[in-house]
């Protein structure tokens, strides 16, 4: 088996032989990596219930279905994308063609999470392979099945000087990352970022970050509570609340607090069930290790459940779980609510703190003066408070009136802003974070334009008029 050395040679010899260049061997490849997908389909969705206790349905919804839907657009749009871009070319230039091209970075490094180990893995390999790129794969050791499967897939659509899955622990991390890649796309946590962008400093290797964050929900008193309170609830518990834009914590209105509550205690009946821990769609959490971290800060806030709060140790399993923690208010220490544990870290479980408001220039201020989430969503009718929030509240992306979908688009750019990550993709966003655009002037001989070359003299006034 080769080093993770001599796997970055072989595909930096791949690279540099131009089999990457022809867009009509990438448009293939991810023709071949689609069939496969589809061929492993039942085997991919058995990964994600071994590692995540993700039903069929949602496997396929939230990761195979995105995955394929992303390669189809990938494949129709990769010819658009690599053309020639011609732009305007200046007065002074003439007669020049000016135009942007498009070309691939080299060898590449994909780091992917274990919340959706299948589609955060795949979904940037996409736009890598549609840029002209190699690539090498790190998934996450967390989710083993997953990573298994995702090998699989790999080897049977390509030969490791293309594309390759590299397995294992920190150790493998620390080694990649001490090798010179052309790029580095990474998806994770804030703490391991950090890392990637240090040792991505040493070899001044660009970075994209897809990092997490805080994400709050802004809940107005003119709402359709029934409607807001499924999508909340849907956003919330979906993968037990393993999501990187998962609705963290809401801020309601005081005026409808209480029945935005008796709503979502509704929703989450109607949407899994009077006994959760029952449904055998439910899922669970990834390991032991994130299992203790979520009950002992829940445990802190017991008091204030209002719904949920069952466990199920052995099965790594958390009900969804709804907390009131007051009132928002600014004391001579800072804000109130973050006394608790549990709005000092992103939450990433099944656990929905509830904060009323009476101010929403509190609300602004609050989520103003923390760091700039990965995701915000706003609940109103009101087009002045929504115009407010979307103009004063910074944030990677969202929604107005639901939450978690604006990232199943191909049709917008996805990351984060500030610490929740830097850089996006998706679509042709993705194929241009994987690509360098290479501005050229094209320029004949037949015309030469004297005025740039010294003397100077009575010049000045020419250029004025050209520039």
């Given amino acids: 088996m080769s080093t993770t050395k001599e796997l970055l040679e072989k595909q930096r010899a791949f690279f540099k032989a131009g089999y990457t260049l022809d867009v009509r061997g990438r448009k293939a490849a991810l023709k071949i990596l689609s069939n496969t997908i589809k061929q492993m389909k039942d085997e991919i969705i058995a990964a994600l219930k071994q590692d995540l206790g993700k039903s069929e349905t949602e496997a396929y919804m939230c990761e195979v279905g995105l995955a394929l839907g992303e390669l189809n657009d990938a494949i129709k749009h990769v010819r658009c994308w690599s053309r020639k871009k011609h732009v305007r070319t200046p007065l002074a230039q003439f007669p020049a063609r000016s135009y942007v091209i498009s070309e691939p970075f080299g060898n590449v490094l994909i780091m992917s999470p274990w919340n959706y180990p299948f589609l955060l893995s795949i979904s940037p390999l996409i736009s890598a392979l549609a840029a002209g790129n190699t690539a090498i794969i790190k998934p996450s050791a967390y989710a083993p099945a997953t990573s298994a499967i995702v090998k699989k897939v790999i080897e049977e659509t390509f030969t490791e000087d293309y594309v390759a899955v590299v397995e294992g622990g920190r150790d493998v991390n620390s080694d990649l990352l001490e090798q010179k890649f052309d790029y580095i796309f990474f998806t994770g946590s804030k703490q391991v970022g950090r890392i990637v962008m240090e040792k991505a400093a040493k070899h001044l290797t660009p970075v994209t970050l897809e990092l997490g964050g805080k994400s709050p929900v802004v809940v107005d008193e003119n709402v359709d509570l029934d409607v807001a309170a499924a999508r909340i609830v849907f956003g919330k518990y979906l993968n037990l609340g393993q999501t990187c834009v998962a609705p963290d914590h809401v801020f309601v209105n005081e005026a409808i607090a209480d029945r935005f509550v008796?709503?979502?205690?509704?929703?989450?009946?109607?949407?899994?069930?009077?006994?959760?821990?029952?449904?055998?769609?439910?899922?669970?959490?990834?390991?032991?290790?994130?299992?203790?971290?979520?009950?002992?800060?829940?445990?802190?806030?017991?008091?204030?459940?209002?719904?949920?709060?069952?466990?199920?140790?052995?099965?790594?399993?958390?009900?969804?779980?709804?907390?009131?923690?007051?009132?928002?208010?600014?004391?001579?220490?800072?804000?109130?609510?973050?006394?608790?544990?549990?709005?000092?870290?992103?939450?990433?479980?099944?656990?929905?703190?509830?904060?009323?408001?009476?101010?929403?220039?509190?609300?602004?201020?609050?989520?103003?003066?923390?760091?700039?989430?990965?995701?915000?969503?706003?609940?109103?009718?009101?087009?002045?408070?929504?115009?407010?929030?979307?103009?004063?509240?910074?944030?990677?992306?969202?929604?107005?009136?639901?939450?978690?979908?604006?990232?199943?688009?191909?049709?917008?750019?996805?990351?984060?802003?500030?610490e929740s990550g830097m850089g996006n993709y998706h679509g042709k966003w993705g194929f241009r974070t994987f690509s360098h655009e290479k501005s050229i002037v094209d320029k004949p001989f037949w015309l030469d334009i004297k005025m740039r070359y010294q003397p100077y003299v009575g010049k000045l006034k020419l250029i004025k008029m050209f520039l």
């Avoid at 760091?371 to 979307?390: C, D, E, G, H, N």
């Avoid at 944030?395 to 199943?408: Q, S």
């Fill in 262 to 418: 008796e709503a979502c205690q509704k929703q989450i009946d109607l949407q899994f069930g009077a006994s959760p821990l029952d449904n055998a769609d439910y899922g669970k959490i990834i390991s032991a290790k994130h299992y203790t971290r979520l009950v002992e800060t829940l445990d802190e806030v017991r008091p204030m459940l209002v719904r949920g709060g069952e466990l199920q140790e052995d099965a790594l399993r958390i009900a969804p779980s709804i907390l009131r923690l007051g009132a928002l208010e600014r004391t001579e220490d800072g804000w109130n609510i973050d006394s608790y544990r549990i709005m000092q870290e992103e939450i990433f479980g099944p656990i929905m703190p509830v904060i009323t408001y009476s101010s929403l220039t509190d609300v602004v201020d609050y989520v103003d003066e923390h760091p700039r989430p990965l995701a915000t969503y706003i609940f109103t009718k009101s087009r002045m408070v929504k115009k407010q929030l979307l103009a004063h509240l910074h944030f990677g992306g969202g929604c107005v009136n639901d939450t978690i979908i604006h990232l199943a688009t191909d049709f917008m750019p996805f990351g984060g802003l500030g």
